[in-house]
């Protein structure tokens, strides 16, 4: 279970986001969609532990993330910026390594079967650092044809990816939460999913004033205007 509570993000002097909560159980899944600069990224990198909340909480299975260090990160599938892939090796040489260090090994034709769903046959073998940056970008998302985790979190995968690939992505999403799993992802594109789930972080604030940020938390706080996010609509399996 994810429990999100009450979080803020600032950034200088713009407020991105205030008081955002949600809370996904088994099988529960959730689309975060948003203008450039409404805090998409920055949210994920919350979820994930990058980032401490400026106000608010992250709870996996009724405890803060923070206290949780590695027992946490052994459940989670980060798919984000950057990619996380060694350029001397071949896309099927990351994804077997990848699997190895987080000690979830797997057959070579496992991999091979995920670079296909992905559109990668033709590359699989391929140095990482011949590739264009989109077919980097699908060497990082075949993780999700291999991953045994809990929780996913996916920052924008459907770009650079045809309709074929697109759809393996979700379907791949679909499997993972009818096996019990949980998915936070944002896009900018339409994920055609089994069920309709999306919501909208609202455009970022204009900058605060001094006199503003005083009131609320002192000279050098920041701003916890009366800014929510719309309400939320969840994916169940």
């Avoid at 990058?50 to 803060?64: D, Q, S, V």
């Avoid at 995920?114 to 990082?140: C, D, F, N, T, W």
């Avoid at 002192?218 to 205007?225: D, I, K, L, S």
């Amino acid at each position: 279970m994810l429990e999100v509570s009450n979080l803020d993000c600032v950034h200088g002097e713009r407020r991105l986001f205030h008081d955002v909560s949600f809370l996904l159980r088994s099988g529960e899944g959730l689309l975060i969609t948003g203008e450039n600069g409404s805090g998409k990224t920055s949210l994920l990198r919350m979820l994930v532990g990058l980032t401490p909340p400026f106000i608010g909480t992250i709870n996996w299975k009724t405890r803060l993330i923070k206290h949780l260090g590695a027992e946490y990160r052994r459940e989670l599938l980060y798919c984000g910026h950057p990619l996380g892939l060694k350029d001397s090796l071949s896309a099927t040489e990351n994804l077997q390594s990848i699997a190895s260090l987080v000690n979830e090994p797997v057959e070579l034709s496992v991999v091979q079967d995920a670079l296909e769903h992905i559109g990668l046959q033709g590359s699989a073998h391929m140095p990482v650092r011949a590739l264009s940056q989109g077919q980097k970008r699908r060497v990082s998302l075949a993780r999700l044809f291999l991953s045994r985790r809990t929780l996913w979190v996916l920052d924008e995968p459907l770009t650079a990816l045809d309709t074929k690939a697109s759809q393996h992505v979700a379907q791949a999403v679909d499997r993972h939460l009818d096996d019990g799993g949980i998915a936070v992802i944002t896009t900018h594109q339409d994920m055609a999913l089994a069920s309709p789930l999306q919501t909208e972080l609202p455009a970022p604030s204009w900058p605060l004033s001094p006199n503003y940020f005083r009131y609320n938390f002192g000279a050098y706080g920041a701003c916890c205007g009366n800014w929510a996010v719309g309400s939320l609509c969840y994916l169940a399996a």
